[in-house]
């Protein structure tokens, strides 16, 4: 089952054009717009997960690109899902904060990093609406097309908050593996305490039986008589 909660959500942002690199303001040109319209933030959770595959599966951020239906920029470009026309999508999740050997992006980088110059914008690694989070052991090599691009906020207040929910977004991350964490072992230390006190199968079979001799013994001792 797929849990999704929505983080953030805001209008009138634009994309542009990055050269590859160092991600700074420095080396951009935020004129070279390829895009503008909404995006939202979302965290979804896959309760379904096994454990082997909890740990990079299981929670997952998503950035969607969308125009709302009647927007006349670009059309030929959008594929149509539900009321909203999706431009692209950016999966995210902190690997390199953590001890996972995993990554989201085809480079091992993160997918979602803010410009050390101001919070306004970022850097995105965005792909085609709907390929889906598809996350690598990082010595694997991506399928999946995926381009770098320059995301502008126009709106201070809408950047803050984006850069807030990315943060709680983390925060969820760790809590959640944390939980992972402990509750393996939680499971480890209880196979291994009912190992320890499962005796082994002859010790079993012997248990409750007396000898021979004993048997006879006690068979004397009830049998006894008082007259």
Known sequence: MLISNVLFECDNVSVF?????????????SAKI??????????????AASPELAPY???????????????????DH????GNVLSWAE???????????DY????????????????????KIVSQLPDTGYCPLRREEKG????????????DLFAASSFSESLAIYKRHFRNFQEKYSFNQKVASLGQTMQSALTLPSTDIGHIGFLDDDDDDDFGNFVGVSYD
Do not use: C
């Open 143 to 154: 399928f999946l097309l995926q381009v770098a691009l320059g995301l502008q906020f126009h």
């Open 90 to 100: 950016v999966w995210f999740n902190p690997f390199l904060e953590s001890d996972l």
């Open 17 to 29: 054009k990055i050269p590859p690199g160092t991600v700074s303001l420095k080396k951009w040109d």
């Open 103 to 122: 990554k989201v992006g085809n480079d091992g980088a993160d997918t979602i990093v803010m410009t050390p110059e101001s919070q306004k914008y970022y």
């Open 57 to 75: 599966l299981g929670l997952r951020l998503k950035l969607e690109l969308y125009n709302k239906k009647g927007s006349a920029a670009m059309l």
């Open 34 to 47: 390829v895009w503008r319209g909404s995006i939202r933030l979302l965290e979804e959770e896959q309760t």
């Open 78 to 81: 959008f594929r149509t899902a």
